[in-house]
């Protein structure tokens, strides 16, 4: 990988904040599956951190790690603002004020969008019982204001099953945005969507950096990437293969750079 | 910005909720049953069915295994079955009679060791199949031998009197009659309350959806797949016990088979109660009003003069036809087909 550009884009940061997240050595394998291999990985506050690579690079599993869904191959460590995580979890990850948009959507179909929407952190009531009122009201102010989805489907007491692509994904991302996190992963929000359902979603990651957070955007579209970014990762079979400043590359650059990886596993 | 707590409904008018028969369906669906076949049955025999007899006689017996099948909604739930829980219906008893009996018949002592008995049967269970991804089918019924040779080597084969004398207190709030209606149904009423709640109004419950539907996605949202079906289970560990000291104390007898017979008809009621074989849907209504159907099919068969063999035949048609009808109108509801998606 190219170190020089690791260490440009470390300058380039707020130097006295510690990132919200880093990943030091952080290998994944799965049986035989080595999908992780030595990954160094920051995302700094207020930063956008795009994250590049071909179907099966490991962006998703990357992913899933810093969200402590999968726990690194020994030798790995993760950082919460400086300081390092053992019992690193899901739980532990949102509670800090982590959130992600799955690929896989991560939603429980047979539901109603309000169990779905507040699933994991669930809101209670004084007396301790779960706060049903607050959930659906919750549910059908957020679909409709925030993602402006108006259809019969996305009542807050609808099953997800009826919904379309879109409404499931809006669900989705409603929920990530909803407990306003320091960090937000999107990874491939974009996919499966239509044009304005794509474009309110670029917009939502524009948002995160206004209102001062950091997030990880993973999308196949590099006009999707490139515009909203600080900094880019790309990923190859595993490895990290380059860190990018945005000012450092332009996008006619990456993208060349990106079918030299394809094709050779190298960017240079 | 996303986190403010304004409460205003949605301007739209184009959403509109989902219809009461798409939410409550299957309920609505056990409750109709419920009531046709308690008409047909006083339209048969409406000597029978008028007299109050009758109905005291099913709401002493029908608790005895529906608790458990309040309790065991948990766990079908979260797409898993426990068909252990009669072993631990006996083990449990038979934890309450020897404790019981070696502390001067204390018999609050008892209870402590029945129910840490029925808890710790469930544990095991849970932990079985949620932490060792053991299918809880071929389990339970491995857990269901051991726990029952335990018992039975535990009691010698022999069973335990439990009159009054021996305790009466305990015999005043598991068997005598509280203002006429049997002690038995109101016991069941609690469980379906408390129970009730725990599903539907606690984070426990919102959960143990959430497994049962998807339990990738319940993990991915940080959800302790494993520690939720392990507390399902260990809750029809401890309902067991609870339905093995009624049927006990009902009997004035702890016998060492106690919990045979026990098994189908609290599945049964289960299913017919519209709770999915497949995990993430279900009802502890629907479990408590199919108990009551299948106990009021066994009492009123016998009491309306018709021969016992034709017990299993109603059986049998109400759980198919039911079960049946359930599938086809839910399907209806999601707009799937029948024959494939
Ligand atoms: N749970 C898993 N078990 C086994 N292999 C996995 C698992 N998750 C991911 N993989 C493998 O890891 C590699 C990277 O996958 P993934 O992270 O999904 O890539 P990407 O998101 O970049 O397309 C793939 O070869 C995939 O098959
Ligand atoms: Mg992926």
């Known amino acids: 990988m190219s170190t020089a550009a690791a260490h440009k884009s470390q300058a380039h940061t707020s130097a006295d904040a ?100 507040f699933m994991g952190r669930e809101p209670r009531t004084k007396w301790g019982l779960l706060d049903v009122k607050k959930m659906r009201e919750e549910s059908a102010r957020l679909m409709s204001e925030h993602m402006g989805f108006t259809s019969a489907a996305v009542h807050p007491d609808n099953v997800v099953t009826t919904m379309s692509g879109g409404e ?26 239509s044009l304005t359902e794509t474009k309110k979603t670029l917009d939502f990651v524009a948002g995160i950096k206004k209102a001062g957070k950091s997030a990880i955007f993973i999308d196949h579209n590099i006009f999707h990437v490139y515009p909203v970014v600080d900094r880019l990762y790309v990923l190859d079979r595993g490895k990290v293969a380059g860190v990018y400043d945005k000012s450092e590359i332009s996008m006619d650059d990456l993208i060349d750079r990106l079918y030299r990886v394809a094709r050779s596993g190298s960017l240079e | 910005m996303a986190t403010e707590t304004v409460s205003a409904k949605p301007k739209n008018n184009r ?15 056990i409750i109709g ?49 426990d068909l252990s829980f009669p072993s631990i219906m006996a083990l449990g008893t038979a934890a309450f009679c020897l404790v019981t009996a070696s502390f001067g018949q204390h018999w609050i002592l008892g209870l402590i060791a029945g129910f840490a008995v029925g808890a710790l049967c469930g544990l095991v269970n849970g932990l079985l199949v949620a932490k060792l991804n053991i299918p809880s089918l071929v389990i339970t019924i491995g857990t269901s031998f051991l726990y029952r040779g335990l018992e039975l080597v535990l009691m010698n084969g022999t069973g335990v009197p439990m009159t009054a004398k021996n305790y009466p207190e305990l015999h005043a709030l598991l068997r005598e009659s509280f203002f006429g209606v049997p002690v038995q149904t109101l016991w069941m009423i609690v469980v379906l309350v408390a129970l009730w709640v725990l599903l539907n109004r606690t984070r426990f419950g919102a959960h143990v959806f959430l497994v049962g539907d998807n339990p990738t996605s319940a993990r991915l949202m ?41 098994l189908l008809y609290t599945i049964a009621s289960v299913f017919l109660g519209g709770t999915s074989v497949f995990g993430g849907t279900g009802s502890v209504v629907g479990s408590f009003v199919a108990a009551f159907i299948i106990g009021a099919i066994n009492a009123g068969i016998v009491s309306a003069g018709i021969n016992a063999f034709y017990t299993q035949l109603a059986f049998g048609l109400v759980i198919v036809v ?20």
């Open chain 2, 222 to 262: 940080g959800i302790n797949v494993v520690s939720v079906k392990t507390r399902a289970f260990v809750l029809v560990g401890l309902m067991a016990v609870f339905a093995g000291l009624l049927t006990s104390i009902y009997g004035y007898y702890f016998w060492p088979t106690t919990g045979d017979g026990f």
């Open chain 1, 168 to 193: 499931k994904q809006g669900v989705a991302i409603t929920r990530a945005l909803y407990f306003d996190a320091q960090l937000v992963i999107l990874d491939e929000p974009t996919m499966g969507l």
């Open chain 2, 33 to 81: 049953v419920g009531i046709a076949m308690w008409l047909s049955f006083v339209i048969a025999a409406p000597a029978v069915f008028t007299n109050a007899n009758i109905y005291l006689a099913f709401m002493q017996t029908t608790p005895q295994f529906g608790i458990i099948a309040i309790a065991l909604t948990f766990v079908v739930i979260t797409g898993e079955i």
């Open chain 1, 18 to 117: 510690p990132p919200v997240i880093e990943l030091r050595n952080v290998s994944k394998t799965f049986g035989e599956v080595r999908s992780l291999s030595g990954i160094n990985f920051k995302v700094h506050p207020g930063e956008i951190v795009g994250l590049l690579g071909d179907n099966g690079a490991g962006k998703s599993t990357l992913v899933k790690t810093v969200m402590g869904f999968h726990r690194p191959d020994s030798g790995g460590e993760i950082f919460f603002q400086g300081k390092r995580i053992d019992d690193w979890s899901v739980a532990r990850a949102r509670g800090l004020g982590i959130e992600t948009v799955y690929q896989e959507r991560a939603l429980c179909e047979k539901q109603p969008i309000w169990r779905n929407m």
């Open chain 2, 322 to 341: 039911s079960v049946v009808l359930q599938t086809v109108i839910e399907r209806r509801i999601r707009r799937q087909s029948l024959t494939g998606r």
């Open chain 2, 15 to 29: 959403v509109a909720p989902p219809s009461m028969l798409r939410r409550h369906g299957s309920q609505l669906g």
